[in-house]
């Protein structure tokens, strides 16, 4: 016979009406909570990362090339019509999916009793309206193949200014003529379609044309102010970031990830990892501390039976097998219950999301949810691994226990 085993089911079947059972089903409600807490913060986290990123991304490309001059936060710097021959060379590089030339001008927009300081974006026919055209809350994107006088705006940009689809955008500009004097120019593109990316800082002052428009405002020999990119994602985009340097001339252009063209955005989004570590670390200390404090309940109320043990010749391994089969079952236990509850949350989140946020504050309109088949391993591994690290401790008590005291103990 395997006394162990034997000995194991003895243990778990005398507990079934004593305190010990009350106790370790705390210690599995512990270890439950612990990993439903870790993937239901790894699952949002990872989300609201994700949405955050592609919002942005959607918005100005995974990578923007301009002129190497340009300074964070100034107006851009027009380029020529003869750096547009570079498209070509942009677009064959390996990884690169979309190449769009835009250009970027402040200007002045009237409404119907407000103005504002707003910043226009002419973009070519190829642009990927594809974002956009989710985040429509009327209207339709344009179609610059049929009609390039036309315009979108922000949701927030028409009730500001009284504006809406079918109505005309008056953008005023400041031109710079060939004697370097700015004067006023004007363009009055139709609105057919109002947007909103929930991301503020965007919405608050850009609108959408084609950049036929824009070149208008454009000093006499400059043409755009930058290339967008979208990436196919075959190659990581530093990799790509190395293609195109390799590819274009040095000391002209300024190649810049959506890390770092929208730095401030994505900065904050790096200090939830920090929120995410330490939600980690506690729920492995609650499912450390219950394990811990479980076991050592069991060996005192099991002193006497490891006192006997140990006199009739038992080997502290056979008696640790023991306490192993109980960290299994407890471990075990947990993370089936943690799993189902953890995970089922995320899923109900995932496809009816209940849980709504204000997007003002948070850029989303609702609690996002990403699935990471490796962190769901990394969590229910790191948790077994832990909770069996956890016999150190008990198994330094029982060798410490003697036959004859532990057989007398009560």
Known sequence: MNWPLFMARRLSASGRGSFSRSIVRLAIVAVALSSAVM????????????????????INGDLV???????????????????????????????VQSVSVCAVRPCIVKGEN????????????NYDFSFLQYQLTRGKVPDFDQDTTTAIISELTATRLGLDTGMFL???????????NRRPRAIRPRIVGVFATGLDDYDKVHFITHIGLVQKVLPPSARFTQWELKLDNTLPAVEVVNNLNKKLPAGIFNIQVAERYNRQIFD????????????LTLMLLVAVIGMCT???????????????????????????????????????????LGNALGLGL????????????????????????????????WVNTGTILICWLVLYLPARVIGRLSPIKSIKFQ
């Open 39 to 58: 993937f239901i913060a790894l699952s949002t986290v990872s989300g609201f990362q994700s949405g955050i990123k592609n919002k942005v991304i959607g």
């Open 65 to 95: 090339i301009d002129d190497i001059i340009n300074t964070e936060g100034s107006e851009p710097i027009p380029m020529g019509a003869k750096l547009l021959a570079f498209t070509t060379d942009i677009q064959s590089v390996k990884g």
């Open 114 to 125: 407000e103005i504002e300081g707003m910043v226009a974006k002419g973009v070519s026919n």
């Open 170 to 180: 008056q953008a005023i500009f400041f031109k710079e003529d060939s004697s370097g």
């Open 268 to 279: 904050w989004l790096a200090l939830l990892d920090t929120n995410v570590i330490i939600i």
């Open 294 to 336: 479980t076991l050592l309940i069991l060996i005192t109320e099991r002193t006497h039976m490891i006192g006997t043990l140990k006199a009739l010749g038992a080997k502290e391994s056979g008696i640790r097998k023991i306490f192993q089969y109980q960290v299994t079952f407890i471990t075990g236990m947990g993370l089936l």
């Open 346 to 377: 995320c899923w109900l989140q995932y496809h009816f999301g209940f849980i709504t946020l204000n997007t003002e504050t948070y850029y989303v309109n609702k609690v996002l949810i990403e699935f990471n088949p490796m962190q769901i391993l």
